[in-house]
């Protein structure tokens, strides 16, 4: 008989966020209540019982943990790590990180390179998930990028997601200003700055580069649009624990180019064609220039995504949560006997 609860989940990001542990936190809520659970999803944890307790992010949910563990021990605990919580200080984890997972019954990792990342202490309750994406209705041509101010025969890239540090968010742009005359690309940019700083250097940039434009935050459906109208996604992070925007992406059957670290080559796989060194601006447009200017490379980057679109599925990220659920139900009565 399957077993239903009630569950609370904490995510850092409030109501109305666009961030990803936001959408992360609504998207599982859907899940899980399709599955028959109750899910409460809060920024703030005043020691509520529940059945069973999830996390959005090992370092940020510290606190919510430790009160949870002192008011209610024997409740199960899943924390699904973020890029943040593996990469940041992977050598030298911060103690709250390492309370939390060391607390965690079940880990979740984003990405299937995370068990190589995490203490290995760990690994045996790591669960593996890869975040949905919805299929796209249909996928028209790809021939004119989402900005009136784009040429229409360009060649149109878009970056994905806000603009901070970790995610190298002005590699693609900066990359684009070492092309040659005759090159179609533009780079249109999609997010939020995080702070002005960011915002200055998108608008500095915008007015040194005639190849680049900053959209700013977009609302859901024209972040689809702008990825239905591009030619190619550029993936430049630094760190990552598993973008969404890498499942929509393939999902969508976009090309991408991403950096070479574990968040990206954890999704797309070891043999994937489109990798960069992180940070190397000039390799980044060697890789741009090579997917305009020869079309086998880029139709074998569309046949590669469009052979993962599968593992980014609704169904199989609803199993992997059960999945971790069901870990974390078994460790939990097992270590309260």
């Known amino acids: 008989m399957k077993i239903t609860m009630d569950i609370i989940m904490i995510t850092p990001a409030g109501p109305g966020s666009k961030a990803g542990n936001r959408a992360t936190a609504e998207r599982w809520q859907t899940l899980l209540e399709k599955a028959g659970h109750t899910v409460s999803v809060v920024t703030a944890y005043n020691g509520e019982p529940c059945d069973l307790f999830l996390a959005l992010?090992?370092?940020?949910?510290h606190g919510a943990i430790s009160l949870l563990k002192n008011s209610w021990p024997n409740t199960p605990l899943v924390v699904a790590l973020t890029g943040t919580d593996i990469y940041l200080h992977q050598h030298d984890y911060p103690e709250q990180t390492l309370y939390s997972m060391q607390a965690a019954d079940a880990l979740i990792g984003l990405h299937e390179q995370v068990g190589d990342d995490i203490p290995e202490r760990f690994r045996d309750k790591l669960i593996t998930l890869f975040q949905s994406a919805d299929q796209p209705v249909s996928e028209p041509q790809r021939t004119a990028s989402i900005a009136p101010s784009s040429p229409s025969n360009s060649f149109d890239v878009c970056v994905i997601g806000h603009l901070r540090q970790e995610k190298d968010s002005l590699r693609a742009a900066r990359a684009a200003r070492l092309l040659?005359?005759?090159?179609?690309?533009?780079?249109?940019?999609?997010?939020?700055?995080?702070?002005?700083?960011?915002?200055?250097?998108?608008?500095?940039?915008?007015?040194g580069n005639s190849r680049f434009q900053w959209l700013d935050e977009l609302e859901k459906f024209d972040i689809t649009k702008l990825m239905m109208t591009s030619q190619l996604l550029v993936m430049s992070s630094v760190m990552e624990g598993g973008a969404n925007v890498v499942s929509e992406a393939c999902r969508a059957g976009l090309p991408i180019i991403a950096s070479d670290i574990s968040g990206n080559a954890g999704l797309l796989g070891a043999d994937y064609a489109g990798y960069y060194p992180v940070g190397d601006t000039q390799a980044l447009a060697d890789q741009l220039m090579r997917a305009e200017s020869d079309p086998e490379f880029l139709e074998q980057l569309r046949k590669q995504v469009g052979q993962l679109a599968s593992r980014f599925t609704p169904e199989k990220?609803?199993?992997?949560?059960?999945?971790?659920?069901?870990?974390?139900?078994?460790?939990c009565s097992e270590n309260n006997l």
């Open 57 to 61: 992010h090992a370092w940020r949910s």
């Open 317 to 331: 990220e609803r199993e992997s949560l059960e999945q971790a659920l069901s870990l974390a139900v078994q460790r």
């Open 180 to 207: 040659p005359s005759e090159s179609r690309i533009r780079v249109s940019c999609a997010g939020k700055a995080y702070d002005a700083h960011w915002e200055q250097l998108a608008k500095q940039e915008m007015l």
